[in-house]
Nanobody, 130 residues
């Protein structure tokens, strides 16, 4: 059974940092790209970042480049999203997802709709106060 479980969300002041974790089971890093989406109230779900299964390359949406860093721990089957210099507009539910490399990379780098994701976590709430 495939599972993705997010943790690490919470309340933080603008300019602060949080680290999200996504622990997964039922597949390996060789099978899927893994990454993050977010959905703010009243907005579409958007791709934030992903890490490829083929070579570990990382990809980011323009809105988070230079502030967020995605990484993985192969031994723990866990992907992390380090979020620095947080802004109130980063407030959202953050979802971990898994998909084939090309599909995930396209969504993150073009801002396209979140189609083609094979698996989803249930999300973790990040709230950034001003």
């Amino acid at each position: 059974e495939v599972q993705l479980v997010e943790s690490g969300g919470g309340l933080v002041q603008a300019g602060g940092s949080l680290r999200l974790s996504c622990a997964f089971s039922g597949f390996t890093f060789d099978d899927y790209a893994i990454g993050w989406f977010r959905q703010a109230p009243g907005k579409e779900r958007e791709g934030v970042s992903c890490i490829s299964s083929s070579d570990g390359s990382t990809y980011y949406a323009d809105s988070v480049k230079g502030r967020f860093t995605i990484s993985r721990d192969n031994a723990k089957n866990t992907v992390y999203l380090q979020m620095n210099s947080l802004k109130p507009e980063d407030t959202a539910v953050y979802y971990c997802a898994a998909a084939l490399d090309w599909g995930f990379i396209v969504v993150v780098t073009t801002g396209g709709p979140p189609y083609g994701m094979d698996y989803w976590g249930k999300g973790t709430l990040v709230t950034v106060s001003s």
